[in-house]
């Protein structure tokens, strides 16, 4: 046996060790309750809590003692955790089955260091684009970028799909607050052409870019609404092929592709293969979160993700902010048989953040083949999911609350209001503080009956609590804020892929169904009837649909 098989089977049976120790721990205080571990622990709350880059987080509502976080931490020891992030940060390629680097974090790396590629310095080129960036976004802000007819450009509208339509959307919904809003912004993503037609139906097209996001510029649903958003821009100004390039734009690395379409390749903003899309909100692909809030904010916001990856890079693990959430969320997940995790921010601007964790945690972490080709033996990927409360008290909590599921939930808060009116986000804190009170602590028989309730009625009104939870606490929504945040769930579901031993940053998942999709568009456009070799529902749904198109008999 080699050096390395050795060394690797040393590895393989400590993290199996650290794992079975894990499962006898569960089996010894699972069914422990929070009640008890506050009742003998006046200062859980303040001892199970960290802070970091202006995040707190008080994970201090869960399932866990200073053993169970000893535990995780040796799990995540021996799962070679530090070297997967010294190795991410080098730019080695940790992308396994794409032989590419992971690099976002060079993203927002300041200018002046060093990050090399293949003996380049990635570093030079990212803040090159961003120069780029922020002078194209200044001339259409300040208005010395003008369309074809020389109107003022007033509406912006992105053109993506997946990481570079809901990090975009995401972003812009978050910081609205710092918006230019004289202009118009929206986000087309969608291939079914209402998604167009409603962005653009009541635009004037003289007025009118679009930034076209695609890295090949072949993706089928972005080029399919770009082409047709160049027809309506055209047939609304005229059939002169040099207002394409006044009313587009491209975030691309296919010049050739770019020119062909008719977008001068001087205004083509570019990325590289090493930041994946649901990682790339910050790289070019945030051009129209750039003109919406203006190059500074754009900057501070880097800025915040910068400081989350300094503290994931260097922080102990047990006073890493990431690292405790990503074990926290694995410890659910295996050894409780959680599925999902309820993503609750108590801010309207986040709106479409849970939206956007769902690609980046399901599309990461969906895997079931680990790095080294043998498939998993536990569970993978929680499903992530959620809505601002506290809309989402009225609708979906009865079930955290009551529900045979257990719901591990994330609270987000601010403790300052962007739109202080009256006594609103006075409630609105209470709300967030008193879920996760009560979801921790729930409501006992006792104090139910105390309150003079009927025989009858008391077992509907039990709350048996004991639902874990983390609160994210912060002082304000601001652009640096935001960049926290998401560098905070980045690395978050890298520390949950490391001790799952999966490739987190490939989606070949993704890929069959675009495949397969390519092959039925033309049997379902043939005028003449398609010989047919797919299963027989699929063959006879695509009959059916071209029956009821009167294709055919």
Known sequence: MTASAETLKKETAAKNAAWQALIQHQKQIGTLHLRTLFAEDAKRGERMAAQAAGVFLDY?????????????????????????????????????????????VALRAPGGGSIVVDGHNVLSDVHAVLDKMARFAEHVRN?????????????????????????????YEALKFYSDRSMTFRFVSNVDATDLVEATRDLDPAETLFIVSSKTFTTLETMTNARDAREWMQLGLGSDAKAVARHFVAVSTNAEKVAEFGI???????????????????????????LAIGPENFRAMLDGFHEMDEHFRTAPFERNLPVLMGLLAVWYNDF????????????????????????LT?????????????????????????????NGQHSFYQLIHQGTRLIPCDFIAFADALNPVGRHHDMLLANVFAQAEALGFGKTREQVEAEGTPEWLVPHRICEGNRPSNMILMDRLTPAALGKLVALYEHNVFTQGVIWHIDSFDQWGVELGKVLAQRIIPELQSKDEPRLHHDSSTNNLIRRYRQMKGMQP
């Not at 992308?95 to 976002?104: I, Q």
């Not at 409780?336 to 690609?359: D, H, I, M, N, W």
């Open 60 to 104: 201090s509502k869960n399932r866990i003692t200073d053993e169970t976080l000893r535990l995780l931490i040796d799990l995540a020891q021996q799962c070679g955790l530090k070297d997967r992030i010294d190795a991410m940060f080098r730019g080695d390629r940790i992308n396994a089955t794409e032989n590419r680097s992971v690099l976002h």
């Open 336 to 359: 409780f048989g959680s599925e999902t995790v309820a993503v609750l921010p108590y801010e309207q601007y986040l709106k479409r953040f849970p939206a956007y964790l769902q690609q």
């Open 143 to 171: 208005g010395e970028w003008q369309g074809h007819t020389g109107k003022r450009i007033r509406n912006v509208i992105n053109i993506g799909i997946g990481g570079s339509d809901l990090g975009p959307v995401m972003a």
């Open 264 to 290: 001068d390749t001087a205004n083509m903003f570019e990325f590289w293969d090493w930041v994946g899309g649901r990682y790339s909100m910050d790289s070019a692909i945030g051009l129209s979160t750039m």
């Open 362 to 390: 399901m599309e990461s972490n969906g895997k079931h083949v680990k790095l080294d080709g043998a498939r998993v033996e536990y569970a993978t990927g929680p499903i992530y999911w959620g809505e601002p409360g506290t």
